[in-house]
T-cell receptor, first 114, second 115 residues
Framework: EAGVVQSPRYKIIEKKQPVAFWCNPI?????LYWYLQNLGQGPELLIR????????DSQLPKDRFSAERLKGVDSTLKIQPAELGDSAVYLC????????????FGPGTRLTVT | AQKITQTQPGMFVQEKEAVTLDCTYD???????LFWYKQPSSGEMIFLIY??????QNATEGRYSLNFQKARKSANLVISASQLGDSAMYFC????????????FGPGTRLSVLP
């Protein structure tokens, strides 16, 4: 079974430029998460999807961040415009449903904003 | 509020020895799950072990065991027979049914295994 796929793995952009990250969850997993992880810290939730619905986006900075999961499968997270403070690792994770089971993470995208 | 506390920023252990990584949690919900993840320097988050709040026995997975003390709200990870490959960041996390089932992560503990 394929794991959570993310691309790109690394991205370097100049500030004020747009950037997009893509995530394909494990097949059959209805719940998809986007996290931000700063160096030396734990992941922080940005947004959670149940199928195609964003059920929790309270931590998403909506002035510059947007996300979509149009067909309830893969998802895109966008930043426009990027700021220096957005440099971090962006992790995508998925889980099979509404049980209290574990989530499975992708390898992450390391973003550097110069 | 849902919160995970990991009070050990860094830990050292000698190869082949056992080590305990501390985790305490705070929730008023009765139904929750506790998780430990390992994050090597390569960056991927690897699921290690899970404990449900209603599970009566401590979870074990190979060399990993979870010392669950519900009354003290602690969920410490015990790694037996440490290996050099265990050197990594370790995160304790909680998922609460009454909190939209979102995961809350602790700040992590960096474990270094010495040869």
């Amino acid at each position: 079974e394929a794991g959570v796929v993310q691309s790109p793995r690394y991205k370097i952009i100049e500030k004020k430029q747009p950037v997009a990250f893509w995530c394909n969850p494990i097949s059959g997993h209805n719940t998809l998460y986007w996290y931000l992880q700063n160096l030396g810290q734990g992941p922080e939730l940005l947004i959670r999807y149940e199928n195609e619905e964003a059920v929790d986006d309270s931590q998403l900075p909506k002035d510059r961040f947007s996300a979509e999961r149009l067909k309830g499968v893969d998802s895109t997270l966008k930043i426009q415009p990027a700021e220096l403070g957005d440099s971090a690792v962006y992790l995508c994770a998925s889980s099979p449903g509404t049980s209290l089971g574990e989530q499975y993470f992708g390898p992450g995208t390391r973003l550097t904003v110069t | 509020a849902q919160k995970i506390t990991q009070t050990q920023p860094g830990m050292f252990v000698q190869e082949k020895e056992a080590v305990t990584l501390d985790c305490t949690y705070d929730t008023s919900d009765q139904s929750y799950g506790l998780f430990w993840y390992k994050q090597p320097s390569s960056g991927e988050m690897i699921f290690l072990i899970y404990q449900g709040s209603y599970d009566e026995q401590n979870a074990t997975e190979g060399r990993y065991s979870l010392n669950f003390q519900k009354a003290r709200k602690s969920a410490n990870l015990v790694i037996s027979a440490s290996q050099l490959g265990d050197s990594a960041m370790y995160f304790c996390a909680m998922r609460v049914r009454g909190y939209g089932q979102n995961f809350v992560f602790g700040p992590g503990t960096r474990l270094s295994v010495l040869p």
